[in-house]
């Protein structure tokens, strides 16, 4: 982890003389080393999954954006693909047990 974070440092000032104003550090989860980047010239951003921290850790190093990517998408294909497996497989649909109806869906958009 060492080479990885002397890359981010390094790419991390070169992005500040460049006029950036954050860096991304993608699949860096030790917040141990997280604090270090952290610390730099500019804010940075990571993105939060599974295998990851907490969202409070990456934000007690510093860490100023966190985001999710892909990950709601990934959780939205989830969820359709279990309600499809159930709905072949036993016919039934408790996999949609939960879901809003569309009054709350639309309440979620300002409608």
């Known amino acids: 982890m060492d080479g990885r974070l002397a890359g981010v440092t390094a790419r991390t000032a ?64 989830t969820a359709a693909r279990d309600v499809a497996v159930e709905l072949l497989g036993e016919g039934s649909c408790g996999a949609l047990d939960g879901s809003p109806d569309f009054s709350a869906l639309n309440g979620l958009f300002g409608k």
């Open 14 to 77: 070169a992005y500040a003389e460049a006029g950036a104003d954050g860096v991304f550090v993608p699949r860096l989860l030790d917040l141990g080393v997280l604090r270090e980047p952290a610390r730099g010239l500019l804010p940075v951003n990571v993105m939060a999954g599974p295998g990851g921290p907490a969202v409070v850790g990456p934000a007690e190093a510093g860490v100023r954006r966190i985001g999710v990517g892909t990950g709601v998408a990934h959780a939205a294909c």
